[in-house]
């Protein structure tokens, strides 16, 4: 099977624009959350496109143009495309999709009658949107779509390009995830099923944690086949080894308790990527900071990697940007890529109280050295859960 | 109340409108294609919709069948409200 490359990274998150601003701000213990939320506040859209370009894309789909430029960028693209672009793909993870402008024009519509909805409102708010537009602004003429499975969607998107190119739809894929979901539904409605904190605050695994805080952003990969990449002479960041993905079957928001469809995700990615549980160095936990998730997530870890899973650090990018909703396995891949590369655990911000029988190292404080047995480049598994009990679980290896 | 409808009034909304929607002010005038300015089907309802509020007309979209400029715009809208 073909070995699969990651070879450029970008992100937009509320830690700044740009994939070095989120892990460089995160592994030194800053925070992007303010007042109970984490927007973007850096992010200009016209920064990154046309007037024209902005009008015709929803917030969630200008963040994944900004992160989508920076990944090409690093990857070489910015003077052209490396592969016929038949072969080269485009799938992007969304959970809501263009939520503002639906709310935009539903207020049209209420207010003004049916004459007032614009006629950019479904180009806008449907859920493919974020692909769609990379599609179009770099003629990428392969296999386009995007994934919808709530809070899974950035690492489905992920798994679904690498089988792409592993399968030979595609030499490259260009993938990732975008939300946008700071707007008064959104809020209301995620607040009325006690998800979000109260206390306003993200704190993965803490004892403390009362929820998740939203957030909004985007993380692009451009992945490539390891043979096309070499033959290229590109700088490769790190090796996509393997994905497992697995439903829980059990309830429509709530994860199984015992980690059970998490735990699946996990020893499938390890599996398909030739890894044993002991060779993971490192777990970027999807850890929300919700009661339910991080308690199940830690069993599931405990039952995916035995005992190897007390010994290695465990971190939530979260506790620095919050939830990203359908970005988050995005922009949390691109954070772990470069976390392996500079052989680092970024802290689980603010973790201080252990809860009863979660006893793995969440790495607080601060970051810590990751620590190879015989020098071989870091692997870190990264995962993510969705409401529905959709589970993704990427394997990811430094070059 | 609908607005006047001058040809000049006209021609200032639709100017407007296109610049809204991303032409280029420099490159906008009468004889100009709505090709050249990157005017397309989308940004066409979208002015529709502007045109129908200010000057309380209908427009269907085979009005616009045989439209290639922006002068052709205006007299459209200009005969429309006449």
């Known amino acids: 099977m073909r070995d699969v490359v990651i070879t450029g990274v970008g992100a937009v998150t509320p830690l700044g624009v740009g994939a070095r601003a989120l892990y460089e701000r995160w592994a030194s213990g800053e925070c992007g959350i303010r007042d109970g939320e984490a927007p973007c506040a850096d992010f200009d859209a016209t920064d990154f496109m046309t007037s024209k370009e902005a009008r015709r894309a929803d917030r969630s789909t200008q963040l994944a143009i900004a992160a989508g430029e920076e990944a090409l960028a690093e990857a070489g693209w910015d003077e052209g495309l490396p592969y016929d672009p038949d072969l080269i793909g485009c799938v992007l993870g969304t959970g809501i999709g263009g939520i503002a402008t639906l709310e935009g024009n539903h207020d049209s519509l209420r207010d003004s009658g049916p004459d007032s909805v614009s006629p950019l409102a479904i180009p806008l708010m449907m859920s493919n949107a974020g692909s769609a537009a990379l599609s179009l602004r770099h003629d990428l003429r392969g296999p386009v779509f995007s994934t919808v499975s709530a809070c899974a969607a950035g690492s489905h998107a992920i798994g679904t390009a690498l089988r792409m190119i592993q399968h030979g739809d595609a030499e490259a894929v260009v993938t990732g995830g975008s939300e946008a979901p700071l707007t ?24 403390r944690r009362d929820g998740f805080v939203m957030g909004e952003g985007a993380g692009v990969l451009v992945l490539e086949a390891g043979d096309a990449a070499r033959a290229r002479g590109a700088r490769i960041l790190g090796t996509l080894r393997g994905y497992g993905a697995s439903g829980d079957a059990h309830h429509i928001t709530a994860p199984h308790k015992e980690g059970r469809g998490g735990a699946r995700a996990m020893s499938v990615a390890l599996s398909d990527a030739g890894v044993t549980a002991e060779e993971v160095d490192y777990v970027n936990a999807h850890g929300t900071s919700t009661q339910l998730n991080d308690r199940a997530e830690t069993l599931a870890l405990k039952i995916a990697l035995g005992e190897h899973a007390k010994q290695i650090p465990i971190s939530s990018t979260k506790s620095a940007i919050g939830h990203l909703l359908g970005a988050a396995g995005a922009v949390e891949a691109v954070a772990t890529v470069l976390a392996l590369r500079d052989r680092i655990a970024p802290p689980t911000i603010g973790w201080e109280e252990p809860d009863e029988e979660m006893d793995l190292d969440y790495v607080p404080g601060t970051a810590k050295p990751l620590e190879m047995a015989n020098g071989r480049p870091p692997i870190a598994i990264s995962n993510s859960f969705g409401f529905g009990g959709h589970n993704a679980t990427l394997c990811l290896q430094a070059a | ?15 407007e409108s296109l610049v809204n929607f991303g032409a280029d002010p420099e490159s906008i005038n009468r004889d100009a294609t ?24 209908d427009l269907e979209g085979s009005d616009f069948k045989n439209i290639k400029t922006v002068g052709d715009v205006v007299d459209l809208i200009v005969e429309k409200v006449g």
């Open chain 2, 34 to 57: 709505l090709e050249d300015i990157d005017i397309d089907s989308l940004d066409l309802v979208e002015l529709t919709q502007v045109v129908e509020e200010t000057y309380d007309i």
């Open chain 2, 1 to 15: 109340m609908a607005a006047t409808a001058t040809p000049q009034a006209v021609e200032e909304t639709v100017t």
């Open chain 1, 184 to 207: 008064e539904l959104s809020r209301a409605a995620f607040k009325r099923m006690n998800a979000l904190s109260p206390s306003g605050v993200s704190r993965p695994f803490d004892a």
